[in-house]
T-cell receptor
């Protein structure tokens, strides 16, 4: 009965590879997000997406792209991985249409690029 | 300029005492939301409390309360009767409205590490 789930939990890969992280929420929320948390614990929004609008943080390299097959899923694709991409990636969701402000986070995916 | 400032990188408190974690914010919007999240060493992000800019009363959730001072643009988190399990990183966050052309996505402070001593 996990509200927001992410797979995989850990991801170790070589520089230059392409990888995806999956996110699913069963809360019926209309908006999903991706965050990156660096080694200093700084949490930065990468994308905000609902069925009407994708908002991209302009500092995010275009090697990162969100893909949403349906309302309950927002996957993160990363092309040509670099060492600096090593971080914890969090998916989150919220219900924007009712004005509810709370975001529910997934458990995080720990990415290590070698 | 930082939109969310948490000036305390680390805080220590004795078990059963109260502790205040500071957060100041910067926005020109009239409508915005303020949040606090807890991140224990296990890594998950746990929502604690929310305060809307138009809420007249301070938000409370169990042992957590948000000391909202709008004129000073501060939204401090107060934890009463600290427990050992409160040891964690605490993040203050703000989501602005679209009045100023903002993107309506939240920004987070850099966090405060709280350690509760027995």
């Amino acid at each position: 009965d996990t509200a927001v789930s992410q797979t995989p939990k850990y991801l170790v890969t070589q520089m230059g590879n392409d990888k995806s992280i999956k996110c699913e929420q069963n809360l019926g929320h209309d908006t999903m997000y991706w965050y990156k948390q660096d080694s200093k614990k700084f949490l930065k929004i990468m994308f905000s997406y609902n069925n009407k609008e994708l908002i991209i943080n302009e500092t995010v390299p275009n090697r990162f792209s969100p893909k949403s097959p349906d309302k309950a899923h927002l996957n993160l694709h990363i092309n040509s991985l670099e060492l600096g991409d090593s971080a914890v990636y969090f998916c989150a969701s919220s219900q924007e249409s009712t004005g509810s402000e709370t975001q529910y986070f997934g458990p995080g995916t720990r990415l290590l690029v070698l | 300029a930082q939109k969310i400032t948490q000036t305390q990188p680390g805080m220590f408190v004795q078990e059963k005492e109260a502790v205040t974690l500071d957060c100041t914010y910067d926005t020109s919007d009239q409508s915005y939301g303020l949040f606090w999240y807890k991140q224990p060493s296990s890594g998950e992000m746990i929502f604690l409390i929310y305060q809307g800019s138009y809420d007249e009363q301070n938000a409370t959730e169990g042992r957590y309360s948000l000391n909202f001072q709008k004129a000073r643009k501060s939204a401090n988190l107060v934890i009463s009767a600290s427990q050992l399990g409160d040891s964690a990183m605490y993040f203050c966050a703000m989501r602005e409205g679209r009045e100023s052309g903002g993107s309506y996505i939240p920004t987070f402070g850099r966090g405060t590490s709280l350690i509760v001593h027995p």
